[in-house]
């Protein structure tokens, strides 16, 4: 049995999560649409040309996931 406190994975994502993730206005890039996000696949391989904003979607994702952190808020 779990104890309340606990947390599963589903628990790590909002209710209203869709599996679509989209940056705006990306600086070099423009808009970075994914599309294919599924929450309890644990790994992803972004594969493509040099140029089309690979690093720059890892940046972007780095950026949310580090300023969302209640550590970093406090």
Do not use: A, C, W
């Not at 628990?11 to 294919?36: A, C, H, M, S, Y």
């Not at 309890?40 to 940046?59: A, M, P």
């Amino acid at each position: 049995m779990m104890d309340k406190t606990e947390t599963t994975k589903e628990d790590k994502f909002p209710l209203n999560f869709k599996g679509n993730i989209r940056f705006e206005q990306v600086k070099g890039v423009g808009t970075i649409d994914l599309t294919t996000i599924h929450p309890k696949q644990r790994v992803y391989t972004f594969i493509g040309e040099n140029g089309i904003g690979k690093t720059k979607l890892l940046e972007s994702l780095f950026s949310v996931l580090f300023l969302n952190n209640k550590v970093v808020k406090e």
